[in-house]
């Protein structure tokens, strides 16, 4: 019989890990109680400011005081600024001016602009929204800090690792210490990861919130563009076409582009265009099949809200214009092949056409003809009911006024686990759960995580 005795390690200090903390971050200090500590919150691309305005909100409405770091990922005044002013966020109050550059590159520049920022700032949790380079980025230098990491949109999956997205969710899900699911189904995808489900709450997305709160004022504004550019409500296609699984592949964007073409001959088309896009339609020589359709700069959040709301149907691989048109009710055809916002699909509000020209006009069309009996559905939101905001900013309250940490487990206080190996002799093809068991002290079988049994499904493996 094998024994493999594990927990030997004696450690200094039940509070290792926060003596490490405290030890690199020079502006700190055993001294600065956790209740002093800000939270920080980061942001850096159009879409997290504009799903994280609702928990800034909350956060100002609950006294609670925060840095509020912008990664610079963004910077163009139409996919930063813009916002700032229409949704009335604060001025950051650190720029890590990051741009543009390689997936690497924006990582990096971010990391290492943060870890200055929680230098300085010594914050008690860090918290970010979204999939992009910046929140990967905040996640791996708030956990090289031994700073808590919270995740708003955590749980999403696309089951797509070519996509930066999928790679950047993923991994922030693995490392944070908290997880903000906006549905149930999000939430799902964490527990069946491992995570703790102590960790994980189910508030809603913000962009319900978003919605809810400047849909009116929106529509006003959206009439006023519709004026100016000479369309009719609820008789016009709305477009947005961003993502890298798109613009990067020359043929799918050409289809996409196709697609536009054929259907500015049966309805205006309006396409508000991402500098991504336009930069690869220039490189691809493109620019020339949308001649009818009506392309202008990326338009400001009441803008583009308002031309949503008033739109026959929207063609987008957004992810948050796929929330927005299921919220809003309006038929969608999403330009990707599958979406980790599956709840959209309900009543086929949205419907997935991938980069297939043909595929698409088609189900433009088709969800043109039904846009008047979408907008009369009437159903619950599975997306949220406008309060998430406030949900999260109390989640942030108390993981920050109650000491959240990374907690480094005391394995002095662990009982001693004990592998031992069942069987001996030919053990091939047997599982090695069957044959390779851990036992508490008192000679128990017993998981060696303790309090989840999700350690034994996960080394489930065959010799
Ligand atoms: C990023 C996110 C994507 C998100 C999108 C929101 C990653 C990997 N991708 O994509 O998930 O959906 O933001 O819009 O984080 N550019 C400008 N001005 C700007 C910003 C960008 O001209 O202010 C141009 C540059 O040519 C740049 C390109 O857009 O190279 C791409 O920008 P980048 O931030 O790398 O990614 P996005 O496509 O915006
Ligand atoms: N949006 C905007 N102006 C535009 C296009 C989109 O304000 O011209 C908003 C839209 O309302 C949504 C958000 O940008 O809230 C979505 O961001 P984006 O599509 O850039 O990123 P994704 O959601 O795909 O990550």
Request: charge should be negative.
């Amino acid at each position: 019989m094998m024994r493999a005795t594990c927990n030997v390690q004696i450690l200094e200090s039940r509070t290792l890990a926060e003596g490490r903390l405290f030890s690199r971050l020079k502006g700190g200090g055993p001294e600065l109680s956790k209740a002093k500590r800000p939270l920080l919150v980061v942001a850096g691309t159009r879409p997290e400011v504009i799903k994280l305005a609702p928990v800034l909100k909350w956060l100002g409405n609950l006294n609670l005081d925060y840095v509020f770091v912008w990664s610079g990922q963004h910077y163009d005044y139409e996919l930063s600024r813009v916002f700032f002013e229409q949704l009335g966020i604060p001025n950051p109050d650190e720029d890590l001016d990051v741009r543009s550059g390689s997936h690497a590159e924006q990582t990096a520049k971010a990391m290492v602009g943060l870890e200055k920022v929680i230098e300085r700032c010594v914050p008690s949790v860090i918290v970010a929204e979204g999939d992009t380079n910046t929140v990967v980025a905040s996640s791996l230098a708030a956990s090289k800090c031994l700073v808590p990491f919270a995740h708003v949109e955590a749980g999403l999956r696309s089951w797509n690792m070519c996509m930066p997205e999928e790679v950047n969710r993923k991994v922030a899900d693995a490392i944070a210490s908290l997880h903000v699911a906006p549905t149930e189904l999000a939430a799902m995808n964490l527990l069946f990861e491992g995570a703790s489900p102590k960790g994980v709450h189910v508030t809603g997305n913000t962009i319900v919130d978003a919605v809810n709160e400047y849909e009116c004022l929106a529509k006003g504004r959206g009439e006023e563009l519709l004026s100016e550019l000479g369309l009719e409500k609820y008789n016009y296609i709305l477009a947005t076409v961003h993502r890298a699984e798109n613009t990067d592949d020359a043929q799918r964007l050409a289809n996409i582009m196709m697609a536009l073409k054929e259907l500015s001959q049966y309805y205006n088309v309006l396409f508000p265009m991402h500098p991504r896009t336009k930069r690869r339609l220039i490189e691809l020589g493109l620019m020339g099949c949308l001649e009818r359709v009506k392309v202008v700069k990326p338009m400001g959040y009441l803008e583009f809200l308002g031309a949503l709301a008033h739109a026959k149907v929207v063609l987008t691989d957004s992810g948050g214009v796929q929330e927005e048109a299921f919220t809003l009710k309006i038929p969608t055809v999403v330009l990707r092949y599958n979406t980790e916002r599956p709840e959209t699909t309900m009543f086929q509000i949205s419907v997935l056409a991938g980069a297939d020209k043909d595929r698409i006009v088609k189900l433009a069309l088709a969800q043109a003809e039904r846009a008047e009996e979408v907008r009369g559905l009437n159903f619950e939101n599975p997306l949220g009911d406008g309060l998430a905001g406030r949900r999260i900013a109390q989640i942030l309250k108390e993981a920050t006024e109650g000491g959240l940490t990374i907690e480094e487990p005391d394995l002095r206080e662990t009982p001693m686990i004990e592998y031992r190996l069942l069987k001996e002799g030919d053990i091939r093809g047997q599982s090695l759960l069957d044959l390779l068991v851990a036992f508490n002290e008192d000679g128990k079988p017993i998981s060696p995580k303790r309090g989840t049994s999700m350690f034994l499904a996960r080394v489930k493996g065959r010799f």
